[in-house]
């Protein structure tokens, strides 16, 4: 069992800056590909970002691929999500999600390949 809490979240203008985490309970998080998913009021749930589980491997969704940043710190339980000039579109809330890492990490693009989820940050981005 993984539980997940993420943090961080808040208002902000465009072109600046957050910083959310998402610390985990277990000791088997370790074992676990993180991922950020996203959801803007009237749209349906979308991926962000996941790490696999040395932090080597990276994968981001297009929209934010050279304004984002996924890292762990395994040592901690927690993942983060260094997010850089932020944009209106960008307003949603963002929940991580862990998965046991069976898979390549092009598998954990879809959120029903996660087991458990964290109940959501919200961002907002204002113009």
């Known amino acids: 069992q993984v539980q997940l809490v993420e943090s961080g979240g808040g208002l902000v203008q465009a072109g600046g800056s957050l910083r959310l985490s998402c610390a985990a309970s277990?000791?088997?998080?370790?074992?676990?590909?993180v991922g950020w998913f996203r959801q803007a009021p009237g749209k349906e749930r979308g991926f962000v970002a996941a790490?696999?589980?040395?932090?080597?491997?990276?994968y981001y969704a297009d929209s934010v691929k050279g304004r984002f940043t996924i890292s762990r710190d395994n040592a901690k339980n927690t993942v983060y999500l260094q997010m850089n000039s932020l944009k209106p579109e960008d307003t949603a809330v963002y929940s991580c999600?862990?998965?046991?890492?069976?898979?390549?990490?092009?598998?954990?693009?879809?959120?029903?390949?996660?087991?458990?989820w964290g109940q959501g940050t919200q961002v907002t981005v204002s113009s």
């Open positions: 999600a862990a998965g046991r890492a069976f898979y390549s990490l092009t598998y954990y693009l879809m959120d029903s390949h996660y087991d458990y």
């Open positions: 277990g000791r088997t998080f370790s074992s676990y590909v």
């Open positions: 790490i696999g589980l040395s932090g080597s491997s990276t």
